[in-house]
């Protein structure tokens, strides 16, 4: 049920019931209102009824008085010695000049001496003696019964002569009470008129005359009637009457009454006319009730509901929804409290918009949204056949920079390149994004593709070159890598992935810019695969180590091996752990690896102990590893395990991997340097550490990198810092190792610079382990020889 049903539905049920309520108590006070006025013209009507008989009665009296007074019957009595016949005729002319129905003379015994209606009672006693009295009142009503007819009656002494101080005679007159006279009062009163005679004997009453039809003649006779004064209901056949009684005299057993009834019907025409009426009020009255009641709730929903509509256009993404401002109120509130969350949520969802869509570091758009864009100017290029080249930029040796320098050094770095990418776009902001890391893209509108190259080229010259960061200047150096619409793709993931794979191809040859060639997808699809591949290596043991021995050069003795991983892909043949160890720190599975070398190399070790060869073994350690603080627990346990002694284990980690955390770094170092594991600095000379950076680190060695090494043939700059690292690290106490030693012409140009211990091709290639055993074996043999020689 919805609000508006609720309300509309409250409003109706109250506005009917006060209807309903006022409706009832109205007719019933109407109704009983009615009965009383209608029991009031009964009595009314009774007294006009009373009145009426009783002037019928005087002017009976009257008529019988003048009769009295008159000759003519004297006459007849004297003249004609009491001739019964010429005194009817006498009694006869005046009852006809009275309009009296009956005419009695009776003498003072109470005998009939004449009878105008009927003969027979001549000579026999008057029926009613109780009516001959000596003086009767003009007024007293006399009602009789003579032959079932009812009879007002009247008795007045007769003097013969008039001045005879006796009467002679009774001269009695009657006026009948009949069902004429009964109408005739009817049409008068607007009551039926009924007398009835009643008995002791009888229980029913005789009607003597009435105004009513047969039936309800008959059924009066039995009905109950009225007692005293009271107006009551009466049942009869036709209905309800109203009835009320009135005495006519007193009769020997019993006496006469009549009956005055008023149809209810007609009583209360005026009830039900008003009733009627009243019923089209109430009628009227609920139309109007439920017409302002739909208003009302309508009234007190539309805003609410416009509030819903708006609610369920904003969850649409429609801000621009309308709400019922104007509405005053708790509802008005609502709204504007509304208005100001709809407000509030355009905002957020417009930042978060700008988060989805843009890097939060330049402030350039992202993969997303330069995916979109590109889209977009695909569209337009397929429009007008134009030309366009996708530009995936990535800074080299950015990684290490960052590791070395710190975060908040790359991020003005990248800030900077942000910056001369737009500077080299002009205008079009979408047309330069941030893909993720270091990547950046770029979007141009070419014609031919000597175009390409030529704006290519300038936005390489524009990004590179050196950036001054914090007193430090950083050589900037990007791989870019293009891709053409429509030469090389049509849909905008196809260009950036081939921009992509070109990239990689630059970095990996050192090129600079590289546009896309359909051959090189093979390289990128083994990187990408390379992964999973990696994953079951592990398992699966097709991993294996390799050895390259180091050589101490004042000695000669080579006791001492670099232990390097190596990776038989069942397609790709031997994979360089130059390639798939970034693989494995990007997807976390390093820890494995490292766990992985480390048990073989330490078993190793420990076997070769066994044969009487004592090997000291340095493994590589990843810049992650410095970070798991459990790693010189495990490698406690693991030369426990084996019973190898801590000296025999030299760990390896690169300048770069120790300084992008140098406390963290310096602790776990610190703690394996307590067990007796010497440190290793490797790559030595490629990251951006001075010496006395390292003098507060837990290091025992350091390995001169190979480039530097193998530069040293061909220049006497780098021969001079590697003379003068090697000089500093001595001073440090350090022991220096140097790497990719290639010839004999570097070799001894090493040991003139005093350097400690050579590793390279010159003396062996890394190799595997009974070509190893064999070889530390061969060398222990020539040790063992020339200390015999020597002695
Ligand atoms: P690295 O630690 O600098 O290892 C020396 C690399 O130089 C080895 O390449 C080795 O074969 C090569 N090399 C040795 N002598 C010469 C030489 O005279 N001339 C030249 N040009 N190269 C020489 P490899 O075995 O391909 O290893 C490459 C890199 O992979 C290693 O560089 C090391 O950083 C990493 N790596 C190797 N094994 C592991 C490992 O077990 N764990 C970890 N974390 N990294 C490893
Ligand atoms: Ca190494
Ligand atoms: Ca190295």
């Given at each position: 049920m919805t609000l508006q049903q609720r309300v509309l539905a409250l409003f109706l049920t109250l506005l009917l019931l006060v209807l309903a309520i006022t409706m009832v108590t109205v007719s019933q006070a109407t109704y009983s209102h009615t009965m009383d006025r209608a029991k009031e013209q009964m009595v009314y009507a009774r007294r006009i009824f009373q009145d009426k008989l009783q002037t019928r009665q005087k002017a009976l009296d009257e008529s019988a008085r003048t009769l009295a007074s008159e000759e003519a019957l004297r006459q007849a009595i004297f003249a004609d010695a009491g001739d019964r016949e010429s005194i009817l005729v006498a009694l006869n002319n005046h009852r006809h000049r009275t309009s009296a129905d009956l005419s009695f003379l009776v003498d003072l015994d109470g005998t009939v001496i004449a009878d105008t209606a009927d003969a027979k009672r001549q000579g026999r006693p008057f029926p009613f003696p109780e009516l001959l009295n000596e003086e009767p009142t003009p007024t007293e009503m006399h009602v009789l019964a003579l032959d079932g007819r009812a009879y007002q009656m009247v008795a007045v002494p007769y003097y013969v002569p008039v001045s005879a101080p006796q009467p002679s005679f009774w001269l009695i007159l009657g006026k009948a009470l009949d069902d004429g006279t009964a109408r005739d009062l009817r049409d008068l009163m607007g009551v039926e008129v009924s007398v009835l005679a009643s008995s002791a004997a009888h229980p029913d009453a005789a009607v003597l005359a009435s105004s009513l039809g047969p039936l309800e003649r008959g059924a009066l006779a039995h009905a109950a009637r009225p007692r005293g004064d009271t107006v009551e209901l009466v049942e009869l056949v036709g209905g309800d009457y109203l009835a009320a009684t009135a005495p006519l005299s007193p009769g020997p057993d019993g006496g006469f009454v009549a009956v005055l009834l008023r149809p209810t019907a007609a009583a209360l025409l005026d009830f039900r006319k008003l009733s009627g009426r009243f019923l089209i009020i109430g009628l009227a009255a609920a139309l109007l009730a439920i017409v302002s009641a739909v208003l009302f709730s309508r009234g007190v929903t539309r805003p609410i509901r416009g509030l819903e509509e708006a609610a369920q256009r904003i969850a649409a993404g429609d801000y621009a929804a309308e709400l019922p401002l104007e509405a005053g109120g708790e509802v008005g509130r609502l709204a504007r409290e509304f208005a100001a969350m709809q407000r509030a949520v355009r905002e957020r969802e417009e930042a978060i918009q700008h988060l989805a869509f843009h890097?939060?570091?330049?402030?350039l758009p992202n993969r997303i949204h330069f995916q979109r864009a590109l889209a977009r100017h695909i569209e337009l290029a397929r429009e007008q056949h134009g030309r366009l080249a996708v530009l995936v930029l990535d800074l080299d040796r950015f990684k290490d920079i960052n590791d070395a320098l710190g975060h908040h050094v790359g991020d003005r770095l990248l800030m900077e390149v942000a910056g001369r990418l737009c500077r080299a776009a002009g205008d079009g902001p979408v047309d330069v994004a941030r893909l993720g890391g270091d990547e950046f893209a770029m979007l141009l509108p070419v014609r031919a593709l000597g175009e390409a190259r030529e704006a290519v080229d300038a936005v390489q010259s524009t990004v590179s070159g050196a950036v001054e960061i914090e007193d430090l200047r950083v050589d900037l150096q990007a791989s870019v890598g293009v891709s053409l619409y429509p030469d090389h793709g049509a849909d905008p993931a196809t260009l950036l992935k081939q921009a992509e794979v070109a990239m990689y191809v630059a970095k990996g040859r050192r090129l600079g810019a590289v546009f896309y060639e359909s051959s090189q997808d093979r390289h990128s699809i083994e990187r990408l695969s390379l992964v999973g591949d990696l994953r079951r290596a592990v398992e699966d043991d097709t991993l294996s180590l390799r050895f390259q021995p180091q050589m101490e050069l004042t000695t000669g003795r080579v006791d001492a091996v670099e232990v390097l991983l190596r990776w038989n892909h069942p397609r790709l043949g031997e994979v360089s752990p130059a390639e798939f160890i970034p693989i494995a720190e990007q997807t976390g599975l390093i820890r494995d690896l490292t766990a992985w070398v480390l048990r073989r190399a330490v078993e190793q070790v420990a076997a070769w102990h066994r044969q009487g060869l004592a090997v000291v073994v340095a493994v590589n350690l990843s810049a992650l590893d410095l970070h798991d603080p459990d790693l010189p627990g495990r490698i406690r346990e693991l030369l426990d395990r084996n019973c190898v002694a801590a000296e025999s284990l030299v760990l390896e980690v690169t300048e770069s991997g120790v300084m992008a955390e140098p406390e963290t770094a310096r602790r776990l170092l610190d703690e394996l340097n307590a067990m007796g594991v010497a440190i290793s600095i490797d790559d030595f000379g490629t990251g951006y550490s001075s010496l006395s950076q390292l003098k507060r680190l837990p290091v025992q060695e350091l390995k001169v990198d190979k480039s530097f090494v193998l530069e040293m043939e061909r220049s006497a700059d780098v021969r001079q810092i590697v003379r003068s690292t090697i000089e500093m690290a001595h001073s440090l106490g350090l022991r220096v190792v140097a790497e990719g030693v290639e010839s004999v012409e570097a070799l001894e140009s090493l040991r003139g610079m005093g350097c400690d211990i050579v590793q390279g091709y010159y003396l062996s290639e890394p190799i595997a382990v009974a070509e190893a055993t064999s070889w530390l074996r061969a060398a222990a043999d020539r040790r063992e020889a020339r200390t015999l020689d020597a002695t």
């Open positions: 890097d939060d570091l330049t402030g």
